[in-house]
């Protein structure tokens, strides 16, 4: 059967040849003059991964203050907030043992939060399971004094991979809790990782309301192994798996959101927030997740004046603090816009890869998501083609009123998953042009968000 | 002053749900069961650089040939065609030597098709230029003797770096001609890279109608050397350049385009012809040049059968010889066509890398433009947006007539020309992912054409 579907599209285009310009101007300073590269250059390979309440969290944060202050800001400061700190200690150790006196070592690390093995290691039988209703069905009977291997890989059809992130993830997450339930003594979780290589791949974790004695450790394995494990077990599920590790969770110590400001001529009062998470994991050095937000962030301020704007409303870039293990960054940061009662009109932010920016997702009224369709137009020449509704991110998300606009950033995601939390998410992988046009697609919409400020509900 | 545009667009969409269906089914095929990445493994890893009459080259003709015979196709043949054979020789030496006896060593490749330095090396003044036009200004009085430096940075403002390429190459293919003509002794060309690194990356180049004793040899310095070696320049004028290279063109010898084709089953008499370029640069592996469009075109048949789509019309695989140094793979291919006035309706050509699909170029009339774009609504799904007219590519580029379409796939191209003709060229710099959205993209714009076949003039 063949049917002829015949639809008609029709857009109207708001904005002037001075928009087409300006924007030409801030793509050319980005990709001639930009900073995002050479900052996350120092970032990444001076300053390193920085998990929140680390020494290198704490560098990252008065250095990116420092820098801030270099570019012409009305103020920077950082904002206090209390993180928690968690910490992995030596490197982990695990094997299969297919009989005794006989392994294979595996590649795993311990998800963040994790509570500790005992000194000496957890060995004991693994069963495999794809979800939680497996092990459900499986019950206590069949789980108790095991540790529970969640299997379930990254659904390779999606092609926005942070949706097949999306349905993998709880196993990592709360895969802990589900599996203490029925007495599991730990967890294995195949990485949230599209390849198949041999890095394994961190994350946080929960406990949630599981009794501290009850709490099992949990890592994270390569996708090799998990193959390789998964393979073993089909032909033996009598196998054991060794694992080791020494992390620890101390109290929360004090950190900060870096924030800088160029106030609104004006409205000054009506606020413009473009960030990242400055916090990232501690196997590579964050430079995906997330140095090139922070980095492209902190050069929109420098991409404006190089093109000569002056913002009529007041931009803000805030580096935020854990995002990874907590997102207290960012709830002190919506707290204290409560508090003070400011109107964030738009928030932006950049938490998925350095990698060709490919458009925005919105969390928009229909109004607002009108307007800014009516700029698509003017982004063509970038190739930045994906104007969506969805979700904005965790650490603008809180900000989020029946008034305001939300955004993400989509950069181009088929390599992001192949370094996300692991120790291959480093500046090599990330390439200058792509970053820097990632830097002017942000630039380039808050400048006409900036012009043209957000469609207002008339108050009832 | 602000104007107010308003711009309508309309377009129509002539597909059947159907079509949706099948390039789901093409894309999931791809993602989970492509052939495309481990067929480059090997020939990248295990063939490696295949230069025009190389012994590399003899072996991936008669791999990719076994391979595409064990796909299910109706015919598999090996077409003749001479090609050049250029050897490199052993590995080029350069240095800068600011004092006698004071050098500074850098990184160069010889050209393709250059001759050799003297055994012991050419050293000479050395003199920097932009253009011809500025060689010509400076004419016989400051060139002779000299070696020339051309050194045109690529363009980084445009987005398609393809342009920028463009606008630079004919310092490397011509300027040993126009350096020649004033009596330079070399040439020393700007990578054509837009990273400052310190990678050479060779390419093609022309002695036209120069004679034999008046041709003076070529290379390629890296464009970190480029920037140090114009700064000692500016320093002091009267510095030298040293280089050395023992590369050498020998007579041409006989190689093979590799064809694989299944026969149309309504219109057997018209062609659609996917293909790439089997033949590399030697200095990497050749992985996204073109290595990448090789596999993703032997992948097209295979995901049709996968698909479970019957091609109507005949669809063949090409893999040129000799796109890199001569292009006699594509003139050879276009003389029997015409021979044996074959009906090529359409023809895709792959070489712009393996990097995530982004559209496609069109080389065609307005009337197969508008129904291509009325398909285009289908590829929205995979983020596939570009639908522009354009040029398709050296190899399907003689196949043109007035009665035809052409077509170029085109991939993200901020990475591309930090690999292109370089060492780095190899199959680390390929996503799998990325490779086999590729595969998808082209087999569906296949699949599309094979249904719907082209618009057709009336014959006058």
Request: hydrophobic share 35%; proline share 3%; net charge neutral.
């Amino acid at each position: 059967m063949k049917n002829i579907l015949f639809i008609f599209f029709l857009s109207i285009n708001i904005f002037s040849q001075n928009d087409t310009e300006t924007i030409r101007a801030i793509y050319n300073n980005s990709l001639t003059n930009g900073k995002s590269y050479q900052w996350l250059d120092y970032l990444s390979n001076q300053i390193g991964g920085r998990l929140s309440g680390s020494l290198n969290a704490e560098k990252a944060v008065y250095w990116t203050k420092s820098e801030l202050e270099k570019i012409g800001l009305d103020k920077v400061w950082l904002q206090p907030v209390m993180v928690p700190k968690w910490v992995r200690g030596t490197p982990e150790f695990a094997y299969i043992e297919s009989k005794p006196g006989k392994t294979t070592n595996v590649n795993i690390c311990a998800l963040g939060g994790s509570i500790a093995t005992p000194a000496s290691g957890l060995k004991a039988n693994i069963i495999e399971v794809k979800d939680f209703q497996e092990l459900e069905q499986l019950g206590r009977e069949n789980i108790e004094g095991k540790i529970v291997f969640y299997n379930r890989p990254m659904e390779k059809t999606l092609i926005d991979t942070f949706r097949s992130y999306g349905g993998c993830v709880n196993q990592r997450y709360e895969g802990a809790v589900h599996a203490s339930k029925y007495g599991a003594v730990g967890v294995i979780v195949r990485s949230m990782n599209l390849l198949l290589d041999d890095l394994p791949h961190t994350g946080s974790m929960t406990y949630d309301n599981v009794p501290v004695q009850d709490r099992i450790p949990s890592a994270a394995i390569s996708t090799n192994d998990a193959e390789l494990l998964s393979t073993m077990l089909k032909l033996d599920n009598n196998i054991k798996f060794y694992f080791k590790q020494n992390c620890k969770q101390f109290k929360d110590v004090l950190s900060y959101n870096v924030i800088g400001e160029l106030t609104g001529s004006e409205y000054p009062n009506e606020h413009i927030l473009v960030g990242g998470h400055l916090d990232s994991w501690d196997l590579g050095d964050g430079s995906h997740d997330d140095g090139a937000g922070c980095v492209q962030s902190m050069d929109v301020i420098r991409l404006l004046k190089l093109s000569d704007i002056k913002p009529k409303r007041t931009i803000r870039v805030v580096l935020f603090m854990n995002e990874e293990n907590g997102t207290r960054g960012a709830m002190k940061y919506a707290q204290v816009v409560a508090e003070k009662k400011e109107n964030h009109i738009f928030a932006l932010e950049s938490d998925a890869g350095g990698f060709s920016p490919r458009g925005f997702y919105f969390d928009s009224d229909d109004k607002n998501f009108n307007q800014i369709l009516g700029w698509k137009e003017l982004f063509k020449p970038y190739l930045i083609h994906f104007f969506e509704r969805g979700g904005s991110g965790a650490d603008v998300g809180p900000l989020k009123t029946s008034m305001n606009v939300l955004s993400g950033l989509k950069p181009d995601s088929q390599r992001y998953f192949d370094h996300h939390h692991s120790a291959s998410d480093t500046f090599d992988a990330i390439n200058k042009r792509e970053l820097e046009m990632g830097a002017a697609t942000i630039t380039s919409l808050i400048y006409l968000i900036d012009k043209y400020g957000i469609v207002k509900k008339p108050k009832l």
